[in-house]
């Protein structure tokens, strides 16, 4: 049986899938600042969304992926927006750097607790706002000290903060969706949805390929449907406030990958930074900050099935 958003009674279904979630999300953002050196971060944006359904299809064989009665237009919904937000994201790292586009994109737990509360009932708690505060807090001593402020960075600045609304808006609906709908079904329409939306950008042809490019866009597909089934998955399991804060602290995960891979030492502001994210994510999980992960989100909404940590063996039973 799943455990209730705040029970902790199975690590399987506590904060180690989150946790491994915002690692990978991390890897995944300093592989996209690599493959933006020859392509467009649309045309990145639109191979990972590809490569990711590809890597679905073939795990779950194509079977399940069928929403139940009533849901077609919310998955749609949840793979439109997601789409968006993942696309102004990449815009942002080009436009306005890795640092700051990072800083900007990990304020959308805040508008996941706050659309979460309307949408799906979730208590917004004295809990919940002390963990928002920690997180922007602890990103912006994590990334603080590599932003440059500049008017030519506005419009990238502009596409972040868009993509923090629309991932906080993704994250609600898909928390919604887990009532009863597989991580496998809402990962794999979300990746289709946004290889359709984003492969206009194809039309301007692709950079000659070279090894650092294969293999950097090749971690961003391996990275990002990995963060992403395990992000869905979690969502089953906890609030849309936690699961994003959890997945928040990725900008912990590229800040360090980016520190080592360029030599650099880590300095003190980042481990505290770091610190103050991993607080956030304590303080949230310390008391329920919502309903249970089975609560219906819509009339004649189906009750989840519980979902194992394979691709294959999560298909719903119909």
Partial sequence: MAAGAGSGSSLAEGLLPLLASSVLFGAMAVSVKVATRWMSPVQVACLRFAGSFLVLLLATRGRGLVPAPGNLFRVVLRGAVGACAITLYFVGIDGAGAALAALLQSTYPVFAAALAVPLLGERFTGRTAAGLLLNLAGAALVVGGEIRLDPSLLPGMLAAAGAAFLS?????????????????????????????????????????????????????????????????HSLGHHSAARASLVAATGVVTAALLEAFLLGRAVDRPTLAGAALMLAAVGVVSGGGEGPGPGRPTAPGARSRIPETSSLTDGVRSR
């Fill in 168 to 232: 906080g808006a993704a994250i609600a609906t898909a928390r919604g969706l887990r009532a009863s709908e597989s991580a496998s079904l809402i990962t794999t329409w979300f990746m289709a949805i946004g290889a359709l939306a984003t492969s206009p950008s194809l039309a301007r042809g692709l950079p000659p390929a070279n090894a650092p490019l294969v293999a950097a866009l090749a971690c961003v597909v391996l990275f990002s449907v990995a963060a992403q089934w395990l992000l869905h």
